[in-house]
């Protein structure tokens, strides 16, 4: 009997936690499909690319069909950041982390074999760059970790969950949208904190030395986590599959692992396209500042705005904007995937508490991810992959605010894991 669920990896389906000694769930029953969604999703995703692609060029039309695939792959593997940090932090289940590392590894792998070469296509030019260490990324990290835990996902998660059709993520990624514009109007606080030069292994040790040296690593984080497993035998933390066999590919959950890589062969694409790391939340400052200008406001006058590259940006058409062209690919993948696989809901009554975690979430996420120069993704994925420091710290950091985040959870009626003794 399974008697304790957590509510996320957002975007459908249970994730299911029981101990050893517990019978294992019966496997789901396969839902049908939600025809009017995907057919609405599926006619949007072609119009769309079609229309990127045909105005804008290939490599936009490129970027935007491979954000499809993340979502896909979002959507059917339930990759967690959010609940993976939370499993760790509350029970000791390094299953998640484990996973990371596996996405990490091989995103590792490839970017160092895309960079050392230096080719890309549709003419762009792989190259790497090492985030900046200081304050801003200390407290935008514990910022953003404490965000994710009250908003229920993290970056990608919260772009899947909507995809999905979760109601409660919708406010979150309001709250994340909001708050990365509070961000840009504030610039000038947030400027001039101390901080340092990044440092990137190639640098010093070539690709091949960097690449060595981040896989021994993730390998003792993986060695680490089943120490730390074992000592506090938590529940295990599983999706229960509602398809079987060659469906399961498109109807049913994917195996953790399986997403990971997945995802890291996309998270390569993305590099090999645009010559740059795939980033998530550039775009929600971006979204924000173009819908106050649509309200006749003028955020170009902000200092953020001011330099040229922003300017630029901002005073161009989204679809030409990386992050935006594969935000938008994850959402509407992602929605194909969950009404493929009869997940596709939208659920009308959220808990008033909720609602308020899910905002202040968003927001926090959104301050902090531009504080700290990334996210989940943006910092801690292609800063780990890419062999830049400042990556690991990001994440040392956001272990923190996750533990911050558990103990705030419960004031907003939220629950936390529970150890194995506790639920059986």
């Known amino acids: ?66 954000g499809l695939f993340l979502g896909l792959a979002l959507f059917h593997s339930r990759f967690g950041f959010t609940s993976a940090w939370r499993q760790l932090i509350a029970v000791g289940n390094g299953q998640g982390l484990r996973a990371h590392a596996l996405l990490l590894g091989t995103a590792a792998t490839l970017i160092a074999l895309i960079a050392s070469t230096g080719a890309g296509l549709f003419g762009a030019t792989p190259k790497v760059t090492a985030g900046p260490i200081g304050i ?19 970056a990608s998660g919260t772009l899947f969950a909507v995809g999905a059709g979760q109601s409660t993520i919708v406010l979150t990624l309001g709250g994340f949208i909001a708050g990365s514009v509070l961000y840009t109007w504030a610039f000038p606080i947030f400027t001039g904190w101390p901080q340092v030069s990044g440092f ?40 229960v599959p509602t398809a079987r066999g060659f469906a399961r590919v498109f109807r049913g959950s994917w195996p953790v692992l399986a997403g990971a890589v997945v995802l890291a062969v996309f998270a390569a694409a993305v590099f090999l396209v645009s010559g740059g790391t795939w980033g998530v939340t550039y775009a929600f400052g971006l979204w924000g500042a173009k819908f106050l200008q649509l309200l006749g406001l003028h955020p170009e006058t902000w200092e953020f705005w001011q330099s040229s590259t922003n300017a630029k940006t901002l005073a161009g058409p989204v679809w030409t904007e990386k992050t935006t062209l594969t935000n938008v690919g994850i959402m509407l993948g992602a929605a194909i995937a969950a009404a493929a ?22 927001v926090l996420m959104g301050v902090g991810a531009r504080l700290a120069g990334g996210c989940n993704i943006g910092a801690y994925l292609a800063g780990i992959s890419t062999g830049s420091l400042h990556g690991w710290l990001w994440g040392a950091f956001a272990l923190g605010g996750t533990w911050i985040g558990l103990k705030l959870r419960p004031l907003f009626g939220l629950a936390n894991p529970k150890p194995a003794d506790s639920v059986c």
Do not use: N
């Open 341 to 362: 696989a009869g997940a596709w809901k939208i659920r009308a009554e959220i808990p008033w508490r909720t609602a308020v975690a899910a905002v202040l979430g968003g």
């Open 200 to 239: 990137l292994l190639s640098e010093h040790v070539g690709w091949f030395g960097s690449w060595a040296i981040t896989i021994a690593v993730l390998l003792g984080i993986v060695a680490l986590t089943k120490v730390i497993q074992s000592r506090r035998t938590p529940p295990p933390v599983d999706v």
């Open 136 to 154: 801003a990324l200390f407290a935008g990290a514990a910022l953003f970790a404490i965000g994710m835990q009250l908003g229920g996902a993290c």
């Open 1 to 66: 009997m399974v008697s304790a669920t957590t509510e996320d990896r957002a975007g459908g389906g249970k994730l299911l936690s029981f101990p050893t000694s517990c019978a294992a769930p019966p496997p789901r029953p396969e839902e049908p499909v939600k025809v009017v969604p995907l057919a609405v999703a599926g006619l949007l995703a072609i119009g769309l690319s079609w229309y990127v692609w045909s105005t804008y060029g290939a490599k936009f039309g490129a970027l935007l069909v491979i």
